[in-house]
């Protein structure tokens, strides 16, 4: 197999030379989960060299409020693949959330959770759930730009790009093709966020048509995830934007009765970091006991993007064929399929037993099967003409009368432009809003310059910022309370922003 993620080396199934992976033993079960997944990549012959990293709980008491020391951060760059166990999050405000910072700092924009159902061996509603589900990992709400605006009102930026959109799905779809795939769902909720969502939905049908060979179908989020949790044998590869996916990706483990036998990949155009979906279990942390499942499957997703599907695939069937055989740590043991409870050196000397057998009932697993070639080009920017049309000025107004604030700003010399509504949480209250509407003191008055008709077509007069400035300048002269403005614009003629409900 080969990756051609931009600027990354090209490692092929016959390339000899081991893979430099960052290792992180990560703390709690950590080291115990680690030790146990190193012992069977190194049994089934996966060709890594491992160069231990140190980050987490005792780099944070150390007093290094990010968890992470600069040795490790000089490993990751240079060998580019962590395998990372989990790691305990100290309590208490000053400390960066580790797994948020390398995520960001390391552009790992896509996170890739398969969720298999191993019934009966392991318990679920759902035996044929084999799912995996496919996170943008960096945008939309996650951007974590909030502020308080007034008294009542906070607010949250939903940042959608397309760049970020077309990599995502781009991502979705190659998955699709290298590991023998056959459709692709995407969720949104472009019928209410109708520009950032809708971009997202628009972006997934352009990449689409340019994988027939694949199924692909679109859902709305709220009915997508209900579906998920009561029928996930339908879904495939599902590919989502960042809040929707870090929630849907937790029904699909859960719902496959494995949250503790996940892995996730969190993958970059450069770097690209492997990890189990639990956290350090502090509670059985040196006991032995511990599931090394997690990090094993995350051990076969970071052999396989190197290109060592063929190992992934006996670590897998090994796996597979040990759960079958009914050698359960205490978490998944059960009386009716368990043959004995093991430990996790138990457990992970039976795996080893196993390389090279494959499972009779669980269906075995064949990654080696896809074009296993991951192709993300690089983004082309197509340049389209950008018109200010008018601004949305948002004012923190205590009035509670929207017709009289209309007439306030109606008055106002405007310099060409004209106020053309009032919306209070999107609602238009102004001209002609309705009593029962609730207000608050958030005001988004809406600013444009001449509209008229082309072609049948409403369109806005160009304005000038000038404009705007000078119309800021005048409502902060008279008292008003400027909170925060939105540029409307037109791309190639096209509006750039929603209308008011009601608009
Ligand atoms: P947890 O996942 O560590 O534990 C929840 C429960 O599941 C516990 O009873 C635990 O014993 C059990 N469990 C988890 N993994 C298991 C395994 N492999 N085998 C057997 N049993 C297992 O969640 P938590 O208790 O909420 O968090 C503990 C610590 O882990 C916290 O500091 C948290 O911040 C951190 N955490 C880290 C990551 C990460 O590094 N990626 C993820 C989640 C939580």
Redesign the pocket.
């Known amino acids: 197999m080969s990756i051609q993620l931009k600027e990354k080396q090209e490692i092929t199934e016959s390339t000899m030379t081991p893979v430099k992976i960052a290792i992180a033993n ?1 703390d ?2 950590g080291p115990e ?1 680690m030790k146990a997944t190193l012992r069977i990549m190194e049994a089934a012959g996966a060709r890594i060299e491992p160069e231990f990293i140190e980050l987490g709980k005792k780099v944070y008491s150390s007093g290094n409020t990010s968890g992470i020391t600069n040795d490790a951060w000089d490993v990751i760059k240079k060998n580019k693949i962590i395998l ?1 166990a ?4 100290p309590q208490g405000k000053g400390y960066k959330s ?2 948020v910072t390398l995520r960001k700092s390391l552009g790992l924009f896509a996170n890739v959770r398969p969720v298999q159902a191993l019934s009966p061996y392991v318990q679920t509603h759902f035996p044929n759930l084999d799912v995996v589900i496919i996170r943008e990992n960096e945008e939309d709400l996650y951007a974590g730009i909030e502020h308080r605006q007034t008294q009542d009102v906070y607010q949250c930026l939903k940042l959608i790009t397309r760049p970020g959109c077309e990599r995502i799905i781009r991502y979705a779809f190659e998955y699709a093709k290298a590991f023998g795939r056959k459709k692709v769902t995407c969720m949104v909720k472009d019928n209410i966020m109708k520009i950032t969502d809708g971009l997202f939905h628009q972006v997934f049908d352009e990449i689409a048509n340019e994988y027939p060979e694949i199924e692909n179908n679109t859902q709305i989020i709220d009915i997508g995830s209900a579906h998920l949790a009561a029928k996930p044998e339908k879904y495939d590869v599902i590919v989502t934007t960042n809040l929707y996916g870090d929630i849907i990706s937790d029904i699909a483990a859960e719902i496959g009765g494995s ?2 036998m996940c892995g996730s990949a969190n993958i970059g155009s450069k770097v690209a970091m492997f ?10 942390a040196g006991k032995g ?6 990090l094993i499957n995350a051990s076969i997703s970071m052999l396989s993007y190197i290109g060592q599907t063929n190992v992934a695939d006996t670590i897998k069937n090994a796996w597979l064929t040990t759960l079958e055989q009914g050698y359960h ?3 998944i043991f059960n009386e009716t399929y368990s043959l004995a409870k093991v430990s996790t050196e138990q457990f992970t000397d039976k795996i080893i037993q196993n390389l090279g057998n494959k499972p009779v009932k669980l269906p075995i697993s064949n990654l080696s099967s896809g074009t296993g070639n991951i192709n993300i080009p690089n983004y082309v920017r197509k340049q389209q003409e950008k018109k200010l049309v008018g601004v949305d000025v948002f004012l923190d107004w205590q009035g509670n009368d929207a017709n009289k604030l209309g007439e306030l700003l109606s008055d106002v010399d405007l310099y060409k432009m004209k106020l053309k509504m009032i919306t209070n949480r999107g609602v238009k209250v102004y001209p002609k809003g309705l009593d029962e509407t609730f207000c608050t003191d958030h005001w988004r008055c809406r600013f444009v310059g001449k509209q008229s008709q082309i072609n049948g077509a409403l369109s806005y007069q160009n304005i000038v910022y000038e404009q705007v400035i000078s119309l800021l300048f005048k409502l902060n002269e008279i008292g008003f309370d400027v909170i925060k403005t939105e540029n409307l614009y037109e791309f190639d003629g096209n509006r750039g922003f929603s209308l008011g409900q009601g608009e």
């Open positions: 990560g709690g079960i989960i990372k989990p790691i305990t999050t580790l797994n949250v503790g990890e189990a979906i639990h956290g350090s279990a502090p509670d059985i006991i511990a599931n090394p499942s997690g740590t205490a978490d």
